[in-house]
């Protein structure tokens, strides 16, 4: 079982900057990818960001250029720097954690933090 906490979200103008950050139970060098999800008011959940056990990264069209992730594994947390947000952008962010044990893939998900870009 690996639990994930979120922090770090809140309100943001937009052209600001804010960091998101997660924190895992167990050490994230188990784990094979650890990403952001995020799900506005009516809308599906979708991908913005991830970040494989060696570092490559992926990451959605809308945030290119602005959103960076990355890992440390020494402090088993990962986060999500949010470089001139943007309205569109609110949304509540969920960590997500892949894992592979015993050839099964496992989904896990932090409760979401909310993150408002408003002037």
């Known amino acids: 079982q690996v639990q994930l906490v979120e922090s770090g979200g809140g309100l943001v103008q937009p052209g600001g900057s804010l960091r998101l950050s997660c924190a895992a139970s167990i050490s994230i060098i188990s784990i094979n990818t650890m990403g952001w999800y995020r799900q506005a008011p009516g809308k599906q959940r979708e991908l913005v960001a991830s970040?494989?056990?060696?570092?490559?990264?992926n990451y959605a069209d809308s945030v290119k250029g602005r959103f960076t992730t990355s890992r440390d594994n020494a402090l088993n947390t990962v986060s999500l720097q949010m470089n001139s947000p943007k309205p569109e952008d609110t949304a509540v962010y969920y960590c997500?954690?892949?894992?592979?044990?015993?050839?099964?893939?496992?989904?896990?998900w932090g409760q979401g933090t909310q993150v408002t870009v408003s002037s």
């Open positions: 997500n954690a892949v894992r592979s044990r015993f050839g099964r893939m496992t989904n896990y």
């Open positions: 970040i494989s056990i060696g570092g490559s990264t």
